[in-house]
């Protein structure tokens, strides 16, 4: 059994920042590579930032850049994404997911991604 659980999501007023967790059970996280995707209403999903096996490497889109910040924990088997300043268009269902085919554990891209948490909600208004 391999599942992702996120957690974390809510409803905050803009500005506001939330702390959002992947866990994961039935497997282990640290030599994988794992991503965050979001999938806002009427829009496709994209994926938003990426973390590295070893947490050394990661990856940004340019809208979150500055205030989105990946983290994993691979004691605890759980990443981490810390948003803050959260803008209205940050609105979305926020997903984690674990690249279990790239050996080497890098961020090699937002196409790459097969085991897929449930997503958490994240609603920014006022």
């Known amino acids: 059994q391999l599942q992702l659980v996120e957690s974390g999501g809510g409803l905050v007023q803009p500005g506001g920042s939330l702390r959002l967790s992947c866990a994961a059970s039935?497997?282990?996280?640290?030599?994988?590579?794992i991503g965050w995707f979001r999938q806002a209403p009427g829009k496709a999903r994209e994926g938003v930032s990426c973390i590295s096996k070893g947490g050394d490497g990661t990856n940004y889109i340019d809208s979150v850049k500055g205030r989105f910040t990946i983290s994993r924990d691979n004691a605890k088997n759980t990443v981490y994404l810390q948003i803050d300043n959260l803008k209205p268009e940050d609105t979305a269902m926020y997903y984690c997911?674990?690249?279990?085919?790239?050996?080497?554990?890098?961020?090699?891209?937002?196409?790459?991604?097969?085991?897929w948490g449930r997503g958490t909600p994240v609603t920014v208004s006022s």
């Open positions: 997911a674990a690249d279990i085919f790239g050996h080497e554990g890098t961020c090699r891209g937002y196409n790459y991604f097969e085991v």
């Open positions: 039935g497997f282990t996280l640290d030599i994988y590579a």
